[in-house]
C-alpha cells in the first residue's frame, strides 16, 4: 500500500467513527461537528486538570499575567501557557502552588531558525519552564522537506531536559489531512510527547475530527492537545472524548465555570 492508499484509508476509517459517535449522540449525519455528551462525564474540578490556562496575546501586560496566575491556582488548571518572556515572571508568582509552566516556543509562525527554537528553549526551560509547546516548521512541512520538519523538532528535544514535556504544534488549520498525518507521523518519530493542533494564531482550531485522526496516528503512548477555539465546557468534553488529553484554553474559566457541581450544563 502506498502512502496515498493509507492516508486515505486512515482519514476514511476516522471519519466513520465520527460519523457513528454522531449518530450515538443523537446527531444526524449532515452536521459538520459531533455533539457531546448530554451528560459529560467530568466535574470542573477534573475538567480543570486537562487545561493549559494561556495568555499569548503580544499586548498582554503584567496585571493580566497576575490574574492569569490567580485563576490557574484558584481552579486549580494543570499548567499556565505564556510566551517565552513572561516564564520568570509566573514561576515567581506560581513558586510552590503544583501549577506548572508551559512556555511557547517559535511562536505563532514556526518559521525561524531551528538554533534559535532551540536557544529559546534552553533560557524558558532555565527561567522555569516544565513544558515546551514548539511550533513546527509549516512551510517545510508543505514543501515536503520532512527532514527540515524532522530536524526542527530534534533540534528543540535536544534543548529539552530529560523530565520536560515537548509538544509540537502542526497548526492543523493550515494543513491538508494528508499533512496532519505525515506531521504526526514525524513528531511521533522525533519522540516528542504531545502533538497539538494549533496556535490559534493562523485560523482554525481545535476540532472533534483532527483529534480523532491525531490519536488514530499518534496512538496511546503519545499526547494530544487540543487549542484554538475552545470556549465552553461541553465542547471542552468532547474534545476529550475524541482523544485529547490536554486542552489550552484562553477562556478557561469561561470553561469550567459552565459546568454545575455535578459535571452537568
Request: with cysteine; charged share 25%.
Amino acid at each position: 500500500m502506498d502512502q496515498k492508499e493509507l492516508i486515505d484509508k486512515i482519514t476514511k476509517e476516522v471519519m466513520s467513527r465520527l460519523e457513528d459517535k454522531m449518530k450515538s449522540q443523537g446527531a444526524s449525519k449532515q452536521e459538520n461537528t459531533a455533539k457531546p455528551l448530554a451528560k459529560p462525564q467530568f466535574s470542573p474540578l477534573e475538567l480543570a486538570r486537562y487545561i493549559d490556562h494561556t495568555l499569548l496575546k503580544p499586548d498582554a501586560v503584567a496585571s493580566a499575567f497576575d490574574q492569569l496566575c490567580a485563576e490557574a491556582i484558584n481552579y486549580k488548571f494543570y499548567s499556565v501557557c505564556v510566551n517565552s518572556s513572561w516564564v520568570p515572571y509566573v514561576t515567581k508568582k506560581l513558586r510552590g502552588s503544583g501549577v506548572k509552566i508551559c512556555a511557547v516556543v517559535g511562536f505563532p509562525l514556526g518559521a525561524m531558525d531551528s538554533r534559535s527554537k532551540a536557544f529559546e528553549t534552553r533560557n524558558a526551560i532555565d527561567g522555569g519552564a516544565n513544558e515546551i509547546d514548539m511550533v513546527i516548521n509549516v512551510g517545510a512541512l508543505k514543501s515536503k522537506d520532512y527532514k527540515t520538519v524532522e530536524e526542527d523538532i530534534r533540534a528543540v528535544k535536544r534543548a529539552c531536559r530529560a523530565n520536560t514535556v515537548l509538544k509540537v504544534i502542526i497548526e492543523t488549520g493550515l494543513l491538508k489531512d494528508d499533512e496532519k498525518i505525515i506531521a504526526c507521523e514525524i513528531a511521533k518519530k522525533a519522540d516528542a510527547s504531545f502533538v497539538k493542533t494549533s496556535t490559534g494564531f493562523s485560523g482554525g482550531g481545535a476540532t472533534v475530527p483532527d483529534i480523532l485522526l491525531m490519536r488514530r496516528i499518534v496512538g496511546t503512548k503519545m499526547g494530544v492537545k487540543a487549542s484554538g477555539g475552545i470556549r465552553d465546557f461541553n465542547q471542552a468534553v468532547a474534545l476529550i472524548n475524541a482523544g485529547a488529553n490536554r486542552l489550552g484554553c484562553g477562556a478557561s474559566v469561561a470553561v469550567v465555570s459552565g459546568a454545575k457541581s455535578d459535571g452537568s450544563y
